[in-house]
């Protein structure tokens, strides 16, 4: 009988403007694996919290909204897809509104729980389907993925985190745009950091430092990563 290959799992973790995103989509690409988000899945259970208008100040009802939320998240790294209850959210969920919130959302300790076990799962079906995953988001090389075959931290210094932002949301990065893009990259990371560790690399994870790479040159540092380990 031949053995089934076992599936790849990279994990990419970082703080906010870092590039992960946009650097783990491209990797996903590459390689042809499913790609996860699990940053947009914070901001669909903000979404729904607001259309279903759940008190924020509620962290029992948050909860509750996280365990049933009728999410439907995409794994093409080249469309990722974010269905709420049949709406499509993928654009609400970037908006500033929800950026603002979504720290709110994320930072109560039932919601985590509930969302990283949804993770997992999710991890272990894209991987199956796809022989790989791309991970990408808070917690992933610690708590959801701490197992995976590649695990980065993403990082770069905060003007480049916020010069990058700043042109993703406002398409400047004159003094005006990044002042208005702060609050969403530096007050985000300090809440999230009360319950995610995502500045610092934890044992057996690799760190690429983005702030004097382009996009390509961030892709291939963490590609150098990824071929490397599965050479081994």
Known sequence: MTSQPTPFVIGIDGPSGSGKSSVSRAVATQLGAGYLDTGAMYRALTWWCCHTEIDLGNAAAITRAAVELPLDIGDDPSAPTVVVDGTDVAEAIRT??????????????????????????????????????????????????PDAQVRILLTASEEARLRRRSL????????????ATR????????DDSTVSQFTEAADGVSVVDTSDLDFEGSVAAVMALVDAARRR
């Open 183 to 190: 609050d969403q990259v530096v007050r985000r990371d300090r």
């Open 168 to 179: 993703e949301v406002h398409g400047a990065t004159d003094e005006a745009a990044i002042d």
């Open 96 to 145: 500033s509104e929800v950026s603002s919130l979504v720290s709110t959302v994320a930072t109560v300790p039932e919601v985590r729980v509930e969302m990283q076990r949804r993770q997992r799962e999710l991890i272990e079906q894209i991987a199956a389907r796809h022989g790989s995953c791309v991970a990408e988001g808070r917690d992933v090389t610690t708590v959801i993925a």
